[in-house]
């Protein structure tokens, strides 16, 4: 089971400088009237006002919600589906699933939620992606309660921050926790078997949806893959595995990271 990040990795993930705070600080200007009005008109036009009044509460707050439920948890909810085509689209995204990867909701999930954080942080560039990093890097450290329940979700947060930060000097070294954490996920007797074709993201969760297993593999391909600022090829092999190009296996990705025992 993958808990507490301890010793030499948390040393790792705190040189990423972990601020609970930064993404929402970087999103939540970023948003006008409109946005808000958006993704309160979310669930089908249903009580606009109240999630009006609700969201620029979230919006002005320099503070994550511990819990989201009712009305606004499901325009934000329905906001995370979202596919947008433009900068005012990922931003609302990207602060739907801010919220929703901190917060306890009534039907979990955060794997689903963070995918799309990622695509859209990705997508706004600079200096997004590198609020995302702080705060997923936060999150990966603390273990916001959603991320608590289950035992293969965690390392989602490991590959997010993986992804979002591959560009830079210590993202051989997160590569190498991802591995580690994947090896233990797949060797833990009490975990069910759940084979998955492809990527050994997906051996043991039965759990996210088609779209979000598809995302990530996307994500992984063009983050580790096609990224030609990435400097070290041993993350190209490492997200062509993930990604399910290759069939790789977590033993052989071990060696390769110079991580085998």
Do not use: K
Request: aromatic residues 4%.
């Amino acid at each position: 089971m993958i808990a507490a990040v301890t010793g030499t990795d948390r040393d790792v993930i705190a040189s990423l400088d972990p601020d609970e705070r930064a993404l929402l600080a970087w999103v939540a200007p970023q948003l006008d009237d409109a946005a808000i009005e958006a993704i309160a008109a979310a669930d089908y036009g249903f009580d606009v006002p109240g999630h009006r009044r609700e969201l620029t509460e979230l919006v002005r707050s320099p503070w994550l919600p511990e819990e989201l439920l009712g009305g606004v948890a499901e325009v934000l909810a329905l906001t995370r589906w979202t596919t947008p085509s433009d900068r005012q689209g990922h931003l609302q995204r990207l602060f739907a699933c801010t919220l929703l990867v901190r917060a306890a909701t009534a039907d979990g999930g955060p794997v689903d939620s963070l995918a799309r954080l990622v695509d859209s942080a990705r997508e706004l560039g600079e200096p997004a992606r590198d609020a995302a990093v702080r705060y997923l890097a936060w999150c990966r450290l603390n273990l916001p309660p959603d991320w608590r329940d289950d035992p293969t979700a965690p390392l989602f947060l490991t590959l997010a921050v993986l992804l979002l930060s591959a560009r830079r000097a210590t993202a051989t070294a997160v590569a190498v926790r991802l591995v580690d954490e994947l090896d233990a996920v797949l060797t833990d007797p009490d975990l069910p078997w759940r084979q998955r074709p492809r990527s050994p993201l997906y051996v043991r969760r039965d759990t996210d949806l088609a779209a979000t297993r598809r995302l990530w593999s996307s994500l992984a391909t063009r983050c580790l893959v096609d990224d030609p600022a990435v400097a070290d090829p041993r993350l190209a092999a490492l997200g062509a595995a993930l990604s399910g190009d290759t069939g790789t296996p977590v033993a052989e990705l071990r060696a390769l990271l110079g991580t085998a025992t």
